[in-house]
Each structure stands twice: as structure tokens, then as C-alpha cells.
């Protein structure tokens, strides 16, 4: 504890006395939870500057996720996560994804030529900054219309499990005790998923005996 509490008085009188920016990865914002990270996802006041850790999720067809990922240590940009979900969806699948859907902050150049190499047909992701007429007319088609649809849910399936499985905030201590709960509340998001289309398919089954 002590020299958590002596890095917190350096980085106080750096910031305060001194007047210097203290870069967040020189910076103890827990005591208890030392791991814990400053996340500022370019959000609006007051939520402009969150604390824990930035989770990267990548779904399959169907509302199943079949990775994710932790970051443990400060807040990388998006893109740097794409091709190794690529990966990862190839290792399960044995093939690249059809469609490739996502934020606008995964669109690098060099993730849609990485993603046109392993396989991807359609790149359903907006383009950064300035865009072409060509670009642009791209962007308006309808698949790519439809991939974006399917990035709104991955959204939504995002906000429910947070508030459905508890992972807004994690009771577990320490970075292992994190990722693990995070990892279970993946597993009970899934198996919903399954039970729900289970259920859907003998109600309708049932439909159609009548």
C-alpha cells in the first residue's frame, strides 16, 4: 500500500503544485484496485472521463459473441482490435465473416486491406475523415446499409448485457478477478441468446402442429 500511496502524493503535487500533465499511465486512481485505468471515450460531460477498463467485443451472425477482450492497460484505439477478431472468427468458423461490421473507429486503410486479404467480401464500416464521391456512394448502398444495421445491434446487445449480467461494475478484486467476470457474464449472455431462439423454435413448431 505504501508505495501506492507515495506514487498518488509524487502524482498530486506534479499535477497540482507544479502545474504538469501527468500522463494516465503514471497515474493511481484506486488504492485497492490499482489496475484500474482512466477511459475517455470522447463523451460529454460528466461522463467525458470513466474509470475501469475498455472491453472489445466481436459477434457472430445470430447475437452470439465470440470474443472478446480486456485492455489492460490504458485506452488504444479500436482498430488495433479487428484483425485479431478476424482471427479468432476464423479459428471457430474456419473461414473469414461474409460481411465485416463496426464502428467507424475500427474503418482504417489498413484494416479493410487486411480484411480483404483473409477473405472479407463485403467491408461494412465507415470510412475516417474526408470522404469520396465514390465513398460516399459506397456508404449508401444496401449492404452496406444492412452491415451497419447490424452494428446498431451489437450496440444494443452491448447495453443489455451490461444492465442484464451485472457487468457495469465488477465485485471481483484485482485485473484476473476482472477479466474472469467479465467472462462469465459473456457465457450467461450467450446462453440466453440460445435459450431464446430454443424457445422461439418449439413455439413456432407448435404453431405450425395446430
Request: net charge positive; proline share 6%.
Amino acid at each position: 500500500m505504501l508505495p501506492l500511496v507515495e506514487q498518488v502524493i509524487a502524482q498530486t503535487e506534479r499535477r497540482v503544485l507544479k502545474g504538469e500533465s501527468v500522463p494516465a499511465a503514471d497515474k493511481v486512481v484506486s488504492l485497492v484496485e490499482p489496475h484500474t485505468q482512466i477511459i475517455c471515450r470522447g463523451k460529454a460531460p460528466p461522463h467525458d472521463t470513466e474509470f475501469g477498463h475498455k472491453v472489445d467485443y466481436a459477434e457472430a451472425d445470430g447475437g452470439l459473441i465470440i470474443a472478446w477482450k480486456v485492455i489492460a492497460l490504458g485506452n488504444p484505439p479500436d482498430e488495433s482490435w479487428l484483425v485479431p477478431a478476424l482471427r479468432e472468427h476464423q479459428r471457430v468458423f474456419h473461414h473469414a465473416p461474409h460481411v465485416l461490421a463496426g464502428d467507424r473507429a475500427f474503418g482504417s486503410p489498413d484494416n479493410k486491406r487486411r480484411a480483404r486479404q483473409v477473405g472479407v467480401k463485403q467491408f461494412a464500416i465507415p470510412q475516417t475523415g474526408h470522404l469520396t464521391k465514390r465513398q460516399r456512394q459506397r456508404e449508401k448502398q444496401p449492404w452496406f446499409k444492412q452491415g451497419q444495421r447490424f452494428r446498431n445491434g451489437i450496440e444494443g446487445r452491448i447495453s443489455v448485457i451490461r444492465r442484464t449480467v451485472q457487468l457495469t461494475r465488477c465485485p471481483n478484486h484485482g485485473l484476473d478477478g476482472f477479466e474472469r467476470w467479465i467472462g462469465w457474464g459473456i457465457i450467461v449472455a450467450n446462453l440466453v441468446v440460445i435459450a431464446r431462439k430454443i424457445r422461439n423454435r418449439r413455439r413456432g413448431s407448435k404453431r405450425q402442429a395446430k
